[in-house]
């Protein structure tokens, strides 16, 4: 019944490490996102897809790589982890046709980077 | 460029008290769309509320209630009588229809009830 889903829901890692973090909708969206939530509860979009192809890249460094393999994932790599990436990341999504309208976010993944 | 200004980091008042989260937008669009999102302590966030720049009706909706005024480029969130379940994280967001679908947020008010 999730409408948006992401996993894992909180991640611990090491400094250099690579991790992922998944997203999947089931609401048939075309678009889906990603934003950073930092220590101060500031929200950042970071990317956005369409149907698979990237339509939003914000000044992100290139670290972190997003993946599209179908309209109802995006899902989020991020290589050389440093301490500054720890945040919690959530994914939404939006239909199309409506590129203006609601968004709906996932229960986010608090990233931890030691 | 798009911004969007909470001025207020933290309220607190006492339940039934009624508060009024303000928020103020800057934008070059002519065509624009406003939201409210809450985030409450279990982390999620939740969608309260989507107005375009042409509409300028106040809406109510139960406790709650919200003041578009263009002519002060400020989109207010009013919580009636409130409830120790409204402590959250309020949030206002703006997306430009020339940005795409670029939600811009404000930083954010924390609300607290207490009994």
């Known amino acids: 019944d999730t409408a948006v889903s992401q996993t894992p829901k909180y991640l611990v890692t090491q400094m250099g490490n690579d991790k992922s973090i998944k997203c999947e909708q089931n609401?048939?969206?075309?678009?889906m996102y990603w934003y950073k939530q930092d220590s101060k509860k500031f929200l950042k979009i970071m990317f956005s897809y369409n149907n698979k192809e990237l339509i939003i890249n914000e000044t992100v460094p290139n670290r972190f790589s997003p993946k599209s393999p179908d309209k109802a994932h995006l899902n989020l790599h991020i290589n050389s982890l440093e301490l500054g990436d720890s945040a919690v990341y959530f994914c939404?999504?939006?239909?199309?046709?409506?590129?203006?309208?609601?968004?709906?976010f996932g229960p986010g993944t608090r990233l931890t980077v030691l | 460029a798009q911004k969007v200004t909470q001025a207020q980091t933290e309220i607190s008042v006492v339940e039934k008290e009624d508060v009024t989260l303000d928020c103020v937008y800057e934008t070059r669009d002519t065509t624009y769309y406003l939201f409210w999102y809450k985030q409450p302590p279990s982390g999620e966030l939740v969608f309260l509320i989507r107005?375009?720049?042409?509409?300028?009706q106040n809406e109510i909706s139960g406790r709650y209630s919200w003041n578009f005024q263009k002519s002060t480029s400020s989109f207010n969130f009013t919580i009636t009588a409130s409830q120790v379940v409204d402590s959250a994280v309020y949030f206002c967001a703006l997306i430009e229809e020339t940005s795409g679908s670029r939600l811009t947020f404000g930083e954010g008010t924390q609300l607290t009830v207490n009994p």
């Open positions: 107005r375009n720049s042409f509409d300028e």
């Open positions: 609401l048939g969206h075309d678009t």
């Open positions: 939404a999504s939006s239909p199309s046709g409506a590129p203006q309208g609601e968004q709906f």
